[in-house]
């Protein structure tokens, strides 16, 4: 069956980086286009970057152009998020999926910036 499994959310002060990691089984990984999704308390889960199944683009939310950088490793199946100079606003739980959402979501990671 399908799994999303998500690590490497921390604790970390306010300008830190953190880099997460997603693997995926049960389904055609290298096929999909695979997204980072977060979802901070009390609201809805946004979409915060893409990339296609290749990895040759990438979209991001504006909150998080120039900060964030998606990458892939289809060998691997894993699906990653590197975060820079974090703010406090990105506390969030973090998730990975496809483009649409549509697989079964995994637990997230938690990403708490904070001094």
């Known amino acids: 069956q399908v799994q999303l499994v998500e690590s490497g959310g921390d604790l970390v002060q306010p300008g830190g980086s953190l880099g997460l990691s997603c693997v995926a089984s049960g389904f055609p990984f290298s096929n999909k286009v695979m997204s980072w999704y977060r979802q901070a308390p009390g609201k809805e889960r946004d979409l915060v970057a893409s990339i296609t199944s290749a990895g040759h683009a990438t979209g991001y939310h504006d909150s998080v152009k120039g900060r964030f950088t998606i990458t892939r490793d289809n060998d691997k199946n894993t699906l990653y998020l590197q975060m820079n100079s974090l703010k406090p606003e990105d506390t969030a739980v973090y998730y990975c999926?496809?483009?649409?959402?549509?697989?079964?979501w995994g637990k997230g990671t938690q990403v708490t910036v904070s001094s």
């Open positions: 999926n496809n483009i649409f959402g549509s697989l079964a």
